[in-house]
């Protein structure tokens, strides 16, 4: 017989969670007290990298950042589902390598597809 879940079951959890949002509220009061509060001219001046700021930060830049940056994730993710495969390669049998390599054929479709658009080409 199989036990059911009631609410007891997630007192501790909820308890740890009262914990550890009591113990972030308390580190920022605290901080926030006893912190010192010495505002000079240098300290209010916004710096990247401790490098000064030049011109607006409104000012568009390549969208090529972001797209190599998503096209990145995309592809080690997809590189993630390789390693059970790879894993249960022996289990899977035939079928699974035929599955697996409709989808290293897709991925390289997908990333032909990415070349040809000229999505990695740096001008």
Same mark, same amino acid.
Not at 44 to 56: C, H, K, Q, R, T
Not at 68 to 93: C, H, K, Q, S, T
Not at 98 to 122: P, S
């Given at each position: ?28 009061? *605290? ?13 209010? *001046? ?30 080690? *993710? ?46």
């Amino acid at each position: 017989m199989e036990a059911q879940s009631t609410a007891v079951n997630y007192l501790p959890i909820i308890f740890q969670m009262l914990v550890a949002l009591g113990f972030v509220i308390m580190t920022m009061v *605290v901080t926030h007290l006893i912190g010192p509060r010495r505002k000079t001219s240098d300290k209010l *001046v916004p710096f990247e990298s401790g490098i000064e700021s030049v011109g607006n930060a409104r000012q568009p830049f390549s969208i090529k950042y972001f797209l190599v940056a998503i096209l990145f994730v995309l592809f080690d *993710v997809e590189v993630i589902f390789m390693y059970p495969w790879a894993v249960n390669f022996r289990d899977l049998g035939i079928k699974g390598m035929i599955e697996m390599f409709i989808f290293m054929g897709t991925l390289l479709l997908g990333f032909i597809y990415i070349i040809k658009k000229g999505a990695l080409d740096w001008e």
